[in-house]
């Protein structure tokens, strides 16, 4: 036990790779075995990541905490480097429970379960490496390693046009994280370590004089660019998301979940651990395009998913708009960096991403849930399915809530942090997109509309396309959800604590 | 006195040429079993040369000298530092996989693995040579065989054409490089060819500046350089798998291997006045190499022209002349290596049964050979310089040396990742995803042990160098502040 304790995070960031080997050696057509085995070694880590919640001291510890070094890459002095503040601890534990949900949620699929579940998992350290990162070259390691499990279960198990998706996925990431790749380079060889906190600190110290024979200036400012798109096109940003909804819906149902879930997350992550620590003055600078971009995302975002026919695309371009709230206390935060209102944007912010990681999930697997029974995504053949199940429908619209931001639940509490930090410093963009709000109402809306209330499409009552309620299993998925949203809504402290402490440390 | 290694691992392969090629045609499982046998024994003594090589005393070790014709100052002096060490590894693997793979040759195997052997005596002498006309001498002995296992044993349509353009190419490459070497004998006015005593002779600026070039592109012509690159897709096509294998995964490697030892190390102050030239050409290999890979439509072109494209990532490192660019180029040398044996392996275990390389052609191979599927991702991955496996831990030091010295040069070419990731992932998906074509169906059996243990190997060496850089990098690196330091004191 001592050494779980003393290495929680590496333990937590590499149990998923040694469940995966052991799933390498089950017989493959064991299906059943497979599956119970996944679900039960990926809740190891979420019951690790609760100790370790219990352990961190969010009152006076040290920023980061559970910290743990290794020589990685002697040559060019990067480090296996660790840890977490309250920041990485929040997004570390969405990610440890969104996955046994993912994977209890996967276990309708039959074809290769063995290599799914595999894929899954490896998935999970990606991202958990993404967020323990402590070292530049670490965090890009585990920046592009979750893209290879995404990519191939988007192309193996989703659904008709996979590989326009899957492929779009693929190098539009890696395109995007290029710029990125690069700019870790040029640092790396500017400083000679890929210690975050040294190469912040030298960063911040060169304000002017010639880098690589250029202004400094002018590298910073390309620099900041080149971080700024990579991690732009993993939040999405308009009008870099064109991917998105293209892998959504092609993604099955789990992947949609981690999708949404996460690996979004990871964008937005990179802003708030690197971005805005490296260059608080192009960033500030630059805080009013960032803003507009946030806008353009949550305004364009809701008219698209209001436009959709298709409920998964629609939850998909429901996605851009609530990560455009994510964006806009970024910008905020930005902009007001080490005021309050930064910490309230940044805290709302970093709620936000929370919040919509849960209610994305839930939606992505309502819409699973549906289309596994139907075999349609389309919400014209949907209508007046309320009476016929009345349990998914009850839970579809509690979800929904959550995600429009009804008082009470989960997303009013972020939506308002981020408005209320922003108002201030970004008041046109903060209005524009509370007017964008609007119509985030108006899409949720529709979802429901056209989903459970209206005439009925009698091909559901009857015969042998008889629409069935929700499962044991499947509510099992949605009920730790729920009762997040439920209890993030009324009593966001437990989180929030944890949150702003980091943020005021780090801003 | 102590044991021979060095020359034990050049000569094992040779002499047991000799032995195969007296054992009667017929005999074919012997021959085999004496192949296999024989390659065992040099991958065990490789590995054995690698596990005991001394980091802290760095420098050359196993070194053997015998006087040879002492009246011209040659001898066979061998040793090994810490840039051959990893290639003579990487040698001992290819052949044993080169050996596993062919094991089904049936057409004249006695003379196949006799040749194959000899390239393979060639490989590690040059890797292992200290002496200038040794180095030739066994450059010579590794090219000469390939002409015959690509004419013999090659792709019926092209062996002939591709045999032929591949050696011309090498042997005026090789002749224009022992000119230079010419060059430094009479001029250095040491009377020895020894590379060590050399590397003391202080050659004029201008002596330097006028040979580097001859003798580094030379050599850089096997290594696949912009624009003496296309005999070298042409030889991977035509050549039969194993050799496929040998040549991509090791002979182009003894290009740049020889390139930096001879040119850079040699002439230090040349290396010095023509890198920029060397980057710039070094650059078009790495990003047109990608983009030509990107429009073929047979398998193995394509993994031709993507061994184009890595390999200009290596001179790339070598031009830098920067202790990171040189590290990540030795390193890539072995990655490339792998990645390139196990790419060539698994298109051949596709073809066997499916008689065709072209992509279209091809899909659904995952369901009939999902190890092979499995392993060439991998390989893909390494290709496309995915972090946790060997290609990132190569490629990264590469760009930082390349942005200490020419940082646009460093943007340019990081193009080819993004170019790389696409041309393998549709190669992946369209030859192992997908529907498979009916004529197909049924008609792919299974490959064998001996198979997918090669394919294993290669793989487990690019992920262990992947996750844990720390097995081979300090060893290069101990070679690279040699080089260094040539390059300081010059």
Known sequence: MDFIYSHLLSVILFFPVLAAMILLFLPKDEVKLIRWTALITSLVPFVLTLVLWSRFDANGGAAFQFEENYVWYAAINSNFHIGVDGISLSMVLLTTLLTPLAILASFGITDKVKAYMMLFLFLEMGMLGVFMAMDLLIFFVFWEIGLVPMYFLINQWGSKNRDYASLKFMIYTMGGSLGLLLAIQLLGVLFGTYEISTIVAGWNDI????????????????????????????????????????????????????????????????????????????????????????????????????????????????????????????AAAAKAYGTTNAHIAMNGAILQMFNHGLSAAGMFFLVGVIYERTHTRDLRRFGGLFPLIPVYGGIMIFTSMASLGLPGLNGFVSEFLVVRGAWSQLSGFTAAGMIGLLFTGAY????????LHGPLNEEWAHGEHKLTDINTREIVVMVPLMALMLSLGIAPAWLLGVINNAVTALF | MTFPILSVIIFTPLVAALIILMMPAERKTEIRMAALLSAIFALALSFWVYLSYDQAAAGYQ????????????????????????????????????????????????????????????????????????????????????????????????TREYAAMKLTLYLFIGSVIALIGALAMYFNSGMGTFDMLMLETANFSARFQQIWFLPVFMGFAVLGGIFPFHNWSPDGHVAAPTAVSMFHAGVLMKLGAFAALRVGIMLLPLGAKFWSPLILALATVNVVYGAFIAMTQTDLKYMIGFSSVSHMG??????????????????????????????????????YDRAHTRQIPELGGMAKALPYVAVTFIIGGLVSMGMPGFSGFVAEFPIFMGVWQVKPWIAILSALSIVITAAYIMLAIRRTFFGEMPAEFEGHIGPISVMDKVALTLLSAMMITLGVFPGVMVPMVQTGIDNVLRILGGA
């Open chain 1, 207 to 330: 304000t002017g004089g010639t880098l690589m024979g250029m202004e400094a200036a002018t590298v910073k400012t390309v620099a900041f660019w080149a971080f700024v798109v990579a991690f732009a096109i993993k939040v999405p940003v308009w009008p870099f998301h064109t991917w998105l909804p293209d892998a959504h819906t092609e993604a099955p149902t789990a992947g949609s979940m981690i999708l949404a879930g996460v690996l979004l997350k990871l964008g937005a992550y990179g802003f708030i651990r690197l971005v805005l620590p490296l260059y608080p003055a192009e960033s500030a600078h630059f805080a009013g395009w960032l803003a507009f971009l946030a806008v353009m995302a949550i305004v364009f975002g809701a008219f698209g998913a209001y436009g959709q026919d298709d409920f998964k695309r629609l939850v998909a371009y429901s996605s851009v708009n609530h990560m455009g709230f994510v964006l806009l206390g970024i």
């Open chain 1, 444 to 451: 949720i809306l529709k979802g429901i509309k056209n989903v």
């Open chain 2, 62 to 157: 196993f070194v053997e000298k015998y006087n040879w014709l002492p009246q011209f100052g040659i001898s066979l002096h061998l040793g090994v530092d810490g840039i051959s060490t990893p290639l003579v590894l990487l040698t001992g693997v290819v052949m044993f996989t080169g050996v596993i793979i062919s094991w089904g040759i049936d057409d004249r195997p006695r003379e196949f693995f006799a040749f194959l052997f000899i390239l393979a005596s060639g490989v590690f002498g040059v890797f292992v040579a200290l002496d200038l006309f040794m180095l030739f001498f066994f450059y010579e002995i590794a090219v000469f065989p390939m002409y015959l296992l690509i004419a013999i044993w090659g792709w019926v349509k």
């Open chain 2, 313 to 350: 990532l290596v001179m790339l490192g070598f031009a830098t002349l920067t202790r990171d660019g040189m590290t990540g180029a030795s390193v890539q040398m072995f990655s490339h290596g792998a990645m390139t044996a196990l790419f060539f392996a698994a298109t051949g275990m596709v």
